[in-house]
């Protein structure tokens, strides 16, 4: 496809949202045509359900094999709807998470088999796969204080974030595990950083990439 699929990943308040920002704004200043999509959502059913999936306040309780299709079928509505026709139009598409974050939270720390989840993407995505993914590695430290000095006036923590720790530790290394499987996609950045350094260590990549 003509276009260029980016996603970014990593655990909660790792900084995902400001990158994903600032990269857009950067491609738009040089004339790139770009737009963000976020996961769970992005679409009408995609934010449904993320409502369903993360700020439920009805006590609507989920199996995880429940969690694990409801998140694939806002999956499923995003690519269908907005990523393909996107990279169709020969646009750039930055995606806050996107598949790896089903296969660490739902496959790793969940536990839930990752044969079927490999399954389950590839009926979802049918080939389709970021060109680069920046995973923003952080230690739990740092993100329980970013998480706490995040600005969330009305939602409070999501269902996920509430998880104990010893599924956030799974979490990281899960990401980890999955970088070094994968090291020609996904670039492991150093979340600690500052946010100005953090961008410019994805520019070096994507520059890269626009470049050939
Ligand atoms: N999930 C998702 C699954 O379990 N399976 C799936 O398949 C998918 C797709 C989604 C949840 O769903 C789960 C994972 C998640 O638990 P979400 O609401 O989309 O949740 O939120 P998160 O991904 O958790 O993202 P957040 O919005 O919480 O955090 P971000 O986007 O990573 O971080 P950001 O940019 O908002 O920054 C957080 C705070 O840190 C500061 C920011 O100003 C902000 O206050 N900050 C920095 N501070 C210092 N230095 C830096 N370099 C900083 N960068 C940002």
Same mark, same amino acid.
């Given at each position: 496809m003509p276009g260029l699929f980016v996603s970014f990943e990593g !655990? &909660? =308040?790792? !900084? #995902? %949202? %400001?990158?994903? =920002? $600032?990269?857009? $704004? #950067?491609l738009e200043s040089l004339g790139h045509q770009v737009f963000s999509i976020r996961e769970p959502g992005s679409t009408q059913a995609g934010e449904a359900i993320r409502n369903l999936l993360l700020h439920s306040d009805q006590g609507i309780s989920l199996t995880p094999a429940a969690e694990l299709l409801l998140f694939g079928a806002s999956r499923a509505q995003l690519v269908e709807e907005v990523i393909r026709p996107g990279l169709k139009a020969g646009k750039i598409v930055v995606a806050d998470r996107f598949t790896d974050s089903t296969t660490v939270y739902q496959g790793i720390a969940r536990g839930l088999e990752l044969k079927f989840i490999r399954e389950l993407e590839e009926f979802v995505c049918a080939g389709l796969r970021p060109a680069i993914t920046f995973l923003l590695d952080l230690d739990l430290e740092t993100i329980r204080n970013r998480r706490l000095r995040r600005v969330r006036p009305v939602i409070g923590p999501d269902r996920i974030e509430e998880l104990p720790l010893e599924f956030h530790r #799974?979490? $990281? &290394? !899960?990401y980890l595990q999955l970088a070094g499987e994968c090291p020609e996609r996904i670039k492991v950045i150093d979340a600690a950083r500052s946010v100005d350094e953090v961008e410019a260590a994805i520019w070096k990549e994507i520059n890269a990439i626009l470049g050939r």
């Open positions: !655990g &909660e =308040a790792c !900084g #995902k %949202t %400001t990158q994903v =920002a $600032r990269l857009i $704004r #950067k #799974k979490v $990281r &290394e !899960g």
